[in-house]
């Protein structure tokens, strides 16, 4: 994909390579499905289109198994929230390289702060260590998935209990 500037007007131009197909719809918006981007995001989706589509794939597939597995009232500050971060970042560290899952990572809490944003970036960097341990390896999503919920269970995560980060089996 090429991008090109004209004023206030982006155009991305597709052309595939040779065995490559295009999929339709080419979904160009990063805000699309879970959650909405910053700021910081949008500017570095601009640059790094490909990257933002990962890792929102990631934050999507991450979201969808939280919903699955956890109650509502646990998706925000709680057990499914804790596990959404831990695996969203362990897929981007599958799929990017180190640098570019915690530049999105933390691009995405620039917003956040107090202790939800410590709780945040606290299951994001241990999802990234999980990620980085299964890169390579079959069925890496897989693994990666099932070590974040343990990771939940076993208190490796952080979840918030009356304002304050405590360990998420608790």
């Not at 990962?54 to 991450?62: E, G, M, R, W």
Request: overall charge positive.
């Amino acid at each position: 994909m090429k991008l090109t500037l004209s004023g206030n007007e982006v155009t991305a131009s597709l052309a595939p390579t040779v065995g490559q197909e295009l999929a339709y719809p080419v979904l160009m918006d990063p805000g699309f499905g879970y959650g909405s981007a910053t700021p910081s995001e949008r500017s570095y989706c601009f640059w790094n289109p490909i990257d933002c589509t990962a890792a929102y794939d990631a934050a999507n597939k991450a979201f969808k198994q939280a919903q699955d597995w956890y109650p509502d009232r646990t998706l925000f500050q709680g057990t499914g929230d804790s596990f959404r971060h831990c695996y969203w970042n362990a897929r981007m560290e599958i799929r990017l390289s180190t640098t570019d899952a915690y530049q999105f990572a933390t691009r995405h809490e620039s917003t956040s702060s107090g202790v939800d944003k410590q709780m945040d970036l606290k299951n994001n960097a241990i999802g990234r260590e999980i990620g980085r341990k299964r890169t390579g390896q079959n069925s890496a999503g897989t693994k990666a998935r099932d070590d974040c919920r343990s990771a939940q269970r076993n208190g490796k995560l952080w979840i918030i209990k009356s304002g304050k980060l405590v360990r998420s089996n608790q």
